[in-house]
């Protein structure tokens, strides 16, 4: 086996990278399919919002000594029922109620953590670990991936009416509101798929980076969301070898790794800024 060949393969003869890389694979997926909708919406702060409220459930579980990606998953989707609530019955607008939930389940959450919850499995949830994951942990974020990725390719047709012409979605019957604490839940699943793999508190950048990466080189839907799948399917799988090999934290390289794609996609278009000719008159 060559060198560089060794380099890629030989960290997943090991047991704990083979489910490490499953795992970002799962979220390299993910991520990127539910942020897509997250930026067409300008609902980047949904996003942030959902990573800071998953705390809540992260530090009840720990205390009761219960699952923590179950935990998450709980808070999850009391925050999207919250929403949906406050929108729906209230009239709020879309991100104060984001805020509003947002911010509240995270203050409980910094409460359940003072109370004695156990700091090293929160700091795995915060900040990521995916070496550490199990096999029941996989079996919960494959399942997890695969139902975001199945409701996406399912609504697509609906997702992108109410995206792109909300308007005209309302009038044709379209419960926008519906679809909206949909993609609050659905970005609930994604925190809760990328916990163990690069924390709640990083899990946003691969919602953001590969659909933000996606959406200045490709042309059609399409094209913009099998580019942000493979940005992030990228991200994740070399920010874990790249972890590897440097003996960092695997949740932070990948993070890195995400943003740096997007830089790697900006160029073209910065080549192209610098080298336009300037308009006929103008100083040289």
């Known amino acids: 086996m060559s060198e560089a060949l060794h380099w890629l393969l030989g960290p997943f003869a090991h047991d704990f990278m083979q489910h490490a890389a499953i795992s970002c ?5 993910a991520a990127p399919i539910a942020g ?6 300008r609902m980047v702060y949904l996003t942030d919002a959902m990573s800071h409220a998953v705390l809540a459930g992260v530090a009840a579980a720990s205390l009761l000594g219960g699952s923590l990606l179950l935990g998450g998953l709980g808070s999850a989707a009391v925050m999207a029922v919250v929403v949906a609530l406050l929108v729906a019955r209230s009239r709020l607008a879309e991100d104060s109620a984001i805020g509003i939930a947002g911010q509240g389940l995270f203050a409980l959450g910094v409460i359940g ?23 029941t942990d996989l079996a919960l974020q494959a399942g997890l991936a695969a139902l975001v990725l199945g409701t996406v390719v399912l ?3 609906v997702l992108t009416a109410t995206t792109f012409d909300a308007g005209h979605a309302r009038s044709l019957g ?8 949909g993609l609050v839940l659905a970005l609930g ?14 899990v946003v950048v691969l919602c953001i980076a590969p659909a933000a990466g996606a959406g200045l080189v490709a042309r059609t839907l399409a094209g913009t969301l099998a580019t942000a799948v493979g940005l992030g399917t990228a991200a994740s799988l070399g920010g874990l070898l790249a972890a590897y090999h440097l003996a960092l934290p695997a949740g932070p390289v990948i993070a890195v790794a995400a943003v740096l794609l997007v830089a790697v996609c900006a160029l073209p278009r910065l080549a192209v800024r610098t080298h336009r000719p300037a308009p006929e008159g103008a100083p040289a």
């Open 25 to 29: 694979l799962a979220l390299g997926i």
């Open 155 to 157: 609504f697509l047709p």
């Open 174 to 181: 379209v419960k926008t509101t519906v679809l909206d604490v």
């Open 189 to 202: 699943l994604v925190v809760v798929v990328g916990m163990t793999t690069v924390g709640v508190l990083m």
């Open 36 to 41: 897509i909708w997250a930026t067409h919406r």
């Open 113 to 135: 953590v003072s109370l004695g919850s156990d700091p090293r499995a929160l700091s795995h949830a915060l900040f990521g670990n995916p070496l550490t994951v199990t096999a």
